[in-house]
């Protein structure tokens, strides 16, 4: 059952997440490797932006440290936190926004570690559209319509003139999910992660501009834990937090663009020049993934919370909603 200061609020929300999790979460899991510690990790989708994740798991890095991830995809930030206060999941990896608001509302939730600290998405539309104004009145797809990458959606589009009620925001899934839709033409546009857009464009469709030109300083995603889960399991957690640090320290070797890119491209089914082209952008360009986080990520991210009337100035210090001392020890061997 949900805790948290809503009451009953969390727990009906808990029971709809349980439910709706219920297949991945009750479904008889394969027997560990002998000697490895599960961790169940929840994912939004089978996304780009666990790229990391994905090379851990192809390199041995996770192995490494005696682990194992049992992968439970949430379909959106919110039913993955809402899991991880219930106890469904040791660990999630979530839009930053997520993980803060439900710390406000009372839950002992902390991130502890960075997955993606640039708004790694671009805004792609049919290829009937040619300008951002061109979306007036149109209906685009995103994952929440409340947070995750509505964020830079939003922020792109008010650059170029178009507010909130200029069009119509729908929850269409995640980057999987709305990538099909857009290849179906069941909405006007979306925000995607590289290397979706790419193949997108490939086959005609348009990238109107990148998320990070409208916002340059934004933490994404993070991983996020219950802080009584993290006391009771503190070494399996530094454990999982050094194969992060040795992950990204691997992918943003330039030696190891093509590997990576071929871990990515196997495991999304996408072709290579495409992972290629997203590890040119995203890793070697805009350093976009690390364990780390960044101070003005994490203030542009409250920032934006209070902005929208989700928390009320002044803006609280990042620290309140950090616990990195696994991450920090993690790095100390």
């Not at 871990?263 to 350093?287: M, P, V």
Request: some cysteine.
């Amino acid at each position: 059952m949900c805790r948290g200061r809503a009451g009953s609020g969390w727990r009906a929300r808990g029971a709809c997440l349980l439910m709706t999790l219920a297949f991945a979460l009750l479904a008889p899991a394969p027997a560990p490797a002998q000697g490895l510690t599960t961790l169940s990790h929840g994912k939004v989708s089978k996304s780009p932006l666990y790229w990391g994740h994905w090379v851990a798991n192809a390199k041995g890095f996770f192995r490494d440290e005696q682990l194992r991830l049992e992968t439970v995809m949430t379909r959106s930030s919110s039913l993955g936190v809402q899991a991880l206060i219930a106890g469904s999941l040791d660990v999630v990896g979530v839009s930053c926004d997520t993980p803060i608001l439900a710390a406000e509302k009372g839950s002992d939730v902390a991130i502890v570690a960075g997955i993606v600290n640039k708004p790694t998405y671009s805004v792609v539309v049919g290829p009937q559209i040619k300008t951002i104004e061109e979306l007036r009145g149109k209906t685009l797809g995103v994952s929440n319509v409340k947070t995750g990458e509505v964020v830079f959606l939003k922020k792109a589009l008010e650059k170029h003139g178009l507010r909130e009620g200029d069009y119509r925001l729908i929850a269409a899934g995640g980057a999987a999910e709305r990538y099909a839709a857009m290849q179906k033409g069941l909405m006007a546009g979306t925000v995607l992660p590289s290397p979706f857009d790419f193949r997108l464009e490939d086959i005609g469709l348009r990238i109107l501009m990148t998320t990070s030109q409208a916002l340059p300083e934004y933490q994404f995603l993070v991983e996020a834990v219950r802080r009584d889960w993290a006391r009771a399991n503190e070494a399996t957690l530094v454990r999982f937090a050094r194969a992060l640090q040795r992950t990204y320290r691997w992918m943003n070797d330039p030696a190891n663009r093509d590997e990576a890119s071929e871990i990515l491209g196997k495991e999304l089914s996408l072709d290579i020049r495409f992972t290629r082209r997203a590890y040119d952008l995203w890793i070697a360009r805009e350093r976009a993934y690390s364990a780390e986080l960044r101070p003005a990520g994490l203030q542009a991210v409250l920032a934006y919370l209070v902005e929208i009337g989700e928390m009320k100035p002044p803006l609280p210090a990042p620290s309140k909603y950090l616990e990195l001392t696994y991450l920090e020890r993690a790095g100390s061997r």
